[in-house]
């Protein structure tokens, strides 16, 4: 059974920074692709950011390049964003996936494994 616990969300002013970590266990890390998504109040869950299993290729949102930072440490079987410059509209809980594949811009979990999310809030 895979398991995906993030971490490292809070309060920040706009500008700030946060570092948010998603921890896996359960399987082997280093054969899928990791994602990040996020999902605000009253909006559907967004596509953030994606890496490939070695980490040699990341995908962003328009909405977050030049901003964001997806990483991961096999050895850790972890997996990073770093947030930077955030905004208000950054606001929401984000979460961990597993397993993304994806069908031209449209990301996706191929076998549904979700980490319990994690609540980023930046205050104007």
């Known amino acids: 059974q895979v398991q995906l616990v993030e971490s490292g969300g809070g309060l920040v002013v706009a500008g700030g920074s946060l570092r948010l970590s998603c921890a896996a266990s359960?399987?082997?890390?280093?054969?899928?692709?990791m994602g990040w998504f996020r999902q605000a109040p009253g909006k559907e869950r967004e596509f953030v950011a994606a890496?490939?299993?070695?980490?040699?290729?990341?995908y962003y949102a328009n909405s977050v390049k030049g901003r964001f930072t997806i990483s991961r440490d096999n050895a850790k079987n972890t997996a990073y964003l770093q947030m930077n410059s955030l905004k208000p509209e950054d606001t929401a809980v984000y979460y961990c996936?597993?397993?993304?594949?994806?069908?031209?811009?449209?990301?996706?979990?191929?076998?549904?494994?979700w980490g319990q999310g994690t609540q980023v809030t930046v205050s104007s």
């Open positions: 359960g399987r082997t890390f280093t054969s899928w692709a």
């Open positions: 996936a597993s397993d993304i594949l994806n069908s031209g811009s449209h990301y996706y979990s191929q076998n549904d494994y």
């Open positions: 890496i490939s299993w070695s980490g040699g290729i990341t």
